[in-house]
């Protein structure tokens, strides 16, 4: 399959091009000229330079004349340009990454949330102002090719673009990554509304071309499915067990470019696309079945077709578990047959590598590396045990029980028949262990077997990773302490030491340079260069905070970050921004546990106290409502509540009463595009979920760290962010984890909260009597004895904390100088949020990868 490499030299400096190789003798390519051996150089950084390479790529790469060529056609040759420029970078990055064998990690994500890869590309190279200058000679505005990139939407949201955020830094740090995923052909749906309520478009983000992607079909790997076990007796008399499986598809994988910052070093993000396998398909073609071999095509290529749009409910699709599988075998074959070289000692394979589990989706690796070792390269069962064991950590991302993903033993065992025996065993063996040490404690190995009985037969993913890994982590200091008290205690009592924190990041340099320029110029003029690859450096902000003037630049700043959002809105929806307004954003996937109807709730009383005429409008401080969040599509009281944010936006936005005071935005189709505009111009970021169920949380570090003050609950990474930035510089509402818990173990009556509260009774009645819906009054019966009777986040119980909140938050905005005092010290202080961070922590605590150079 044309999967011959290059086997000559490995230096590639000019002077071992002296004395050039002879020709090879059967005619083939000269693999040793010279030029072929030199570097690859980068093209001339200079805006001549740029412009020449780039109308070279308009005329010989899209095939136009500058004259005729479209926006489109533009974009796509200046992407290709800037890639060149990272070109010698990462074929010099790959080049060491083979000689040196430096040990790596492969994150395994089924998602990868990246954003635009333009600005990101020009940041790098630093080559954002030649860039502009030429396109201008020509006659091009850099923005409006900017704004031509459809984002690659590969993900749900924050363990998507955390996926994004760490190989971000992992490329900036110099620690060698590759990153594995899936290439869907449709991301995360394009959001729409119809009458106010979710309607969901495909996400053709290929159609315009992709610029940014390298497939490599010669290097496809066969990844296999369904079939029966045989055992047979190898040549050495050893019983040995054999796959035989039923159908195959190639994996063909997409390179991409992760540059570092500046720093010379490009990593590979690798995304692998189903198709059907030729041979699978010229046998049936041979048969003259011409439509089965249609039909057989389709059904290969249905496997990268589409992101499941789901983000916390598991669904058990056979799909879906196709599609893990399908990633993680082909990334493990790949690692084992085209990364490492050929003579490698597998048993020093955790020397070399650690896979990171992104949640349980990959946890499918485990038997398949186990499957890989004993069956194809023959080792021992308890040798290749040990191995699996030093190659695997994992991420727990969620503490809902819903989200724990669980595999029925029928449907594993139909897709993946060697893996469920591979599983069963390492279960008897771990519960061996568990025997050996707590006695036949039955209740115990029923709680801490992979294998549940209950409702069905099946795989506990999360309990597999655990048994697996050599470590376990939560993603923020409460979760991970949930986590180990609350969701996985036995295995904590089990393995002392497995169980550790991460808490998250977010790049800097995509979600404050890139989205926030201004500040950055800010902040660079104050306190140097360094703090973008240092971003505790931002401390030395703290100072300024005390600085009249530097308050006035820091306001100035904002002002211009929410003219740029009202000129992107305006342009994108037609809808505008107040100006002068207080900007309050809530934008996060649309859950029940993260609250948007509490948020909803604060609107409709603010509304109730003009309407009512206890407050005038005048005396209002002026706010404008923002939310963003897309509904899983099957989520009907997620989209029920979509449905009532619009329906309150637009009774709210037309009643003359307010004069203007409160506006509610929903732009469709929240993604990062949006969010790199939206964060930056907010003052108050919404951190609203019942304490204890948000594992994390990024959205709120991207606010902190963009100069919004915080209103939220002690959850998550809001516990670290009000601890770093201080109490006085934090509106903390609502109950703690245990208040919560012995809430919910006394017997929560919503209704009690409903008949005890008259402004809270106001705002449900308000909703109920039709106010938002013309009048009808059954539109959102749904979401309204959803509330009153059953309110599983416990809405109702921190409405009044949550008011009083919000009444602070309005009477702090009106001293424009303490607030500003207080933002600016959001920034100095959250420092510690950058995803350089996590990484290192992730890198001494966990993985041993350091820098490679
Ligand atoms: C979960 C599932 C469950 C099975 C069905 C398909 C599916 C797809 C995606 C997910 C991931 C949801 C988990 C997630 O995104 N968790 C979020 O991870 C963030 C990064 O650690 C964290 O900040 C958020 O608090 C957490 O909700």
Not at 252 to 278: D, H, I, K
Not at 298 to 322: H, M, W
Not at 790 to 805: G, P, Q, V
Not at 820 to 825: D, G, M, Q, S, V
Request: with cysteine; net charge negative.
């Amino acid at each position: 399959m044309g999967r011959d490499r290059y086997r000559g030299p490995v230096a590639n400096s000019v002077e071992t091009t002296e004395t050039p190789a002879p020709e090879p003798a059967d005619g083939g390519p000269n693999r040793s000229h010279p030029l072929a051996l030199a570097p690859v150089s980068s093209p001339p950084v200079s805006v001549d330079g740029f412009v020449r390479e780039f109308l070279r790529e308009l005329n010989f790469g899209q095939g136009v004349a500058l004259s005729a060529s479209t926006v489109n056609d533009q974009y796509l040759a200046l992407a290709r340009t800037v890639r060149h420029y990272l070109m010698a970078r990462w074929l010099e990055t790959m080049r060491r990454q083979k000689e040196t064998q430096a040990k790596g990690v492969a994150y395994l994500s089924a998602e990868y949330l990246l954003g635009r890869q333009l600005g990101n590309a020009l940041l790098a190279t630093d080559l954002t102002d030649i860039v502009a200058d030429g396109l201008a000679q020509c006659g091009i505005d850099i923005a409006d090719l900017r704004a031509q990139e459809v984002e690659p939407g590969l993900g749900n949201g924050g363990l998507g673009r955390l996926a994004a955020c760490f190989v971000d830094s992992l490329a900036t740090m110099s620690v060698p990554c590759i990153g594995y995923g899936i290439r869907y052909e449709f991301g995360i749906f394009r959001q729409t509304f119809v009458d106010g309520r979710q309607v969901e478009q495909p996400d053709s983000w290929l159609a315009l071309g992709a610029p940014w992607e390298f497939p490599h079909p010669d290097s496809a790997q066969e990844v296999s499915f369904g079939g029966h076990t045989e055992t047979y007796t190898d040549s050495d008399g050893a019983e040995r067990t054999r796959w035989v499986p039923a159908w195959t598809v190639q994996a063909v994988p997409y390179n991409y470019m992760v540059p570092g910052y500046q720093n010379g070093r490009v990593n590979t993000l690798r995304l692998w696309r189903s198709v059907a396998t030729e041979r699978f398909d010229l046998r049936i073609f041979n048969s003259g079945d011409y439509e089965e071999a249609v039909r057989s095509q389709t059904f290969a290529e249905n496997i990268s077709k589409v992101l499941y749009p789901e983000d916390s409910t598991p669904q058990g699709k056979e799909l879906r578990l196709q599609q893990q599988y399908f990633f993680v075998a082909a990334s493990i074959a790949d690692f084992l047959e085209d990364v490492l070289p050929e003579d490698f000692d597998l048993t020093k394979l955790p020397e070399r590598i650690i896979f990171q589990l992104n949640d349980t989706h990959p946890v499918i690796a485990v038997p398949e590396l186990m499957r890989v070792l004993v069956d194809e390269k023959g080792l021992a069962w308890d040798t290749a045990w040990e191995i699996t064991k030093g190659c695997f950590a994992y991420t727990c991302h969620t503490l809902l029980p819903e989200a724990l993903e669980v595999w029925s033993v029928e449907l594993l065992g139909r897709l993946l028949p060697r893996h469920l025996e591979i599983i069963y065993r390492i279960n008897e063996e771990f519960l061996e262990e568990v025997r050996e040490r707590f006695g036949d404690d039955e209740l115990r190995i029923r709680r801490m077997s992979i294998i549940a009985e209950h409702p069905e037969r099946s795989v506990r993913m999360a309990y597999l990773a655990t048994v697996a890994g050599s470590k376990v982590n939560g993603v923020a200091e409460l979760h991970s302490q949930l986590l180990r008290d609350k969701v996985l205690p036995d295995f904590n009592e089990f393995y002392p030491g497995k169980f550790t924190n991460v808490t998250n990041g977010i790049t800097p340099r995509r979600f404050v340079r890139l989205a926030n320029p201004g500040l950055s110029e800010l902040i660079t003029e104050s306190i140097g260069v360094g703090w973008l690859t240092d971003l505790e450096r931002l401390r030395e902000l703290e100072p300024f905070a005390a600085d009249e003037e530097f308050r006035a630049r820091f306001r100035e700043v904002k002002a211009a970050n929410k003219r740029r959002l009202h000129a992107v809105l305006t342009e994108r929806d037609g809808v505008s921004v107040s100006d002068g307004h207080m900007l309050d954003v809530m934008v996060k996937r649309l859950h029940e546990y993260k609250r948007q109807t509490l948020k909803v709730l604060h609107i409709i009383t603010q509304y109730n106290r003009v309407v009512s005429g206890e407050v005038a409008a005048a005396d209002l401080t002026p706010r404008t409502f923002i939310f963003g969040a897309k509904a899983a599509p099957g989520y009907k009281m997620a989209k029920d509540i979509i449905h009532l944010i619009n329906a309150v936006g637009s009774t709210v936005n037309n009643d003359e009463r307010l004069e203007g005071r409160l506006k509610v935005i929903f732009p469709p189709n929240y993604n990062v595009t949006l969010a790199e505009k939206v964060i930056p111009a907010a003052d108050l970021s919404e951190q609203i979920s019942l304490a204890g169920k948000e594992a994390s949380g990024t959205g709120n570090m991207k606010f902190a760290l963009n100069g919004a003050l915080t209103i939220g609950t002690d959850d998550g990474a809001n516990v670290e962010i009000r601890q770093l930035v201080g109490d006085e510089n934090f509106f903390l509402f609502g109950m703690l984890e245990p208040e919560v818990e012995a809430l919910q173990a006394a017997g929560y009556v919503p209704s009690s909260y409903y008949e005890s509260n008259p402004e809270l009774r106001r705002a449900i009645d308000a909703i109920a009597s039709g106010v938002f819906s013309g009048g009808d009054r059954h539109m959102f019966d749904s979401v309204v004895g959803n509330l009153l009777q059953e309110d599983r986040f416990l809405a109702l119980a921190d409405y009044a904390a949550y008011i009083e909140a919000q009444d602070k938050v309005d009477a702090a905005y009106a001293d424009q100088e303490e607030w500003t005092r207080a933002a600016i010290l959001n920034v100095a202080r959250s420092g510690f949020f950058s995803s350089d961070r996590s990484m290192r922590d992730y890198i001494d605590r966990i993985w041993h990868t350091p820098p490679a150079f």
